[in-house]
């Protein structure tokens, strides 16, 4: 039997001083080195957490196999977790209604930034997607409270769950296909649909839940897209364009608009979202590496240019590679913007620092001896909330600056 914490009936997690210290810093996570005991604990549990004296600290969904052992939700002890769940939920939903404008897609539930820590719900017009990324929010009675309450509160046509096998494996879960998440009384109700079309800032696009090419939204730039057509002009360069987000939203003001991506059925995605709007758009498969040096030794001119990269940096170890990458398609960038151009400069590496980026982009300016200025300096979208003393929660660069000569 796990011993029970003092101040509840929950069984108990005794952390080290330094794991303490961290959740007094006001983060959230606990490492398994900072775990002194937590015998016979159920993997995926609400448990109470105590220091080294005994003394409360809060309760935790715990994890037997992360490094992260101890997701705190609640300075509190918490006796009816299905009601703390879907007050969470609740809490999210009504944020959303407050901050987010222009769009039926957008992040319901942002892990431990909406206190529902390894849970990410995603609303593309009538249905949702859900990622359950820890054993806590994929034991079963946990779902059951999520979904009824997502159901109830937003009524979705479908709820899919995405599945990445990687991360069941990380939480040592069985594994477990992608599909959609099945209602309890089937009969009453109409087939379940798995694609639809999404609008955000008066942009449309084809969403699929499961079938063939999985598709989403980088949801986290929609405040970026609109930012970006307010100041494109010209003629259009979108990198990493995926599915057409930013070069759909250039073409609002731009004469021309090119997209390049590496991956063909994203790009088949943005060409029926082009027809979907009635926007003429040319999109190019080609590493975007290779091609903005080809373009920029063909002497091509731009007078907008989008870098929206995957993130570079997975991990620390691999940040000064990434940052030359950064580097390096921004200085290409930049020779082929025309005066009076506008650059919009992604950057979605939590490793990397907005000062860090910043000084990227500052650098390459520097070296091609070009003038910035900037005019935005943005991040993720709102409904991406950045929990403060919760470092990890921020992590989308967005600079958009006039190149001045
Ligand atoms: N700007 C997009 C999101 C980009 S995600 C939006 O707003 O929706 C990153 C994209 O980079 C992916 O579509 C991926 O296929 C593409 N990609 C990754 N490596 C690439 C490379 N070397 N050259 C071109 N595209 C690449």
Redesign the pocket.
Known sequence: MPSKSAASSLPAVKISRRGAKRLQDGHVWVYRSDIVSADGVAPGTAVGITDERGKFLGTALYSSASQIAIRMISPHPVEDLGRLLRERVQGAISYRERVVRDTDAYRVIFSEADFLPGLIVDRYNDLLSLQALTQAMDAEPVRKVIVAELRGRLKPAAIAERVDPRIRELEQLPPRPSGLIQRDMQDEIQPERTSTIFTMNGVRFHYEALEGQKTG??LD?RENYAAAARYAQGEAL?V????G??ALHLAQSCSKVTG????RP?LEVADRNAELNGRDIEWVE????DLLRDYADAGHRYDTIVL???AFAKSKANLETALRGYKELNLRALKMLRPGGILVSCCCSYHVSPAQYREVVGDSARDVHRNLRIVENRGQAKDHPILLNVPETEYLKCIIAYVSN
């Open positions: 939204a980088f730039q979108d990493f364009c995926y599915q987000g930013f390049v991506d590496s991956s994203a080609a590493n975007a590496f929206d990269p995957p």
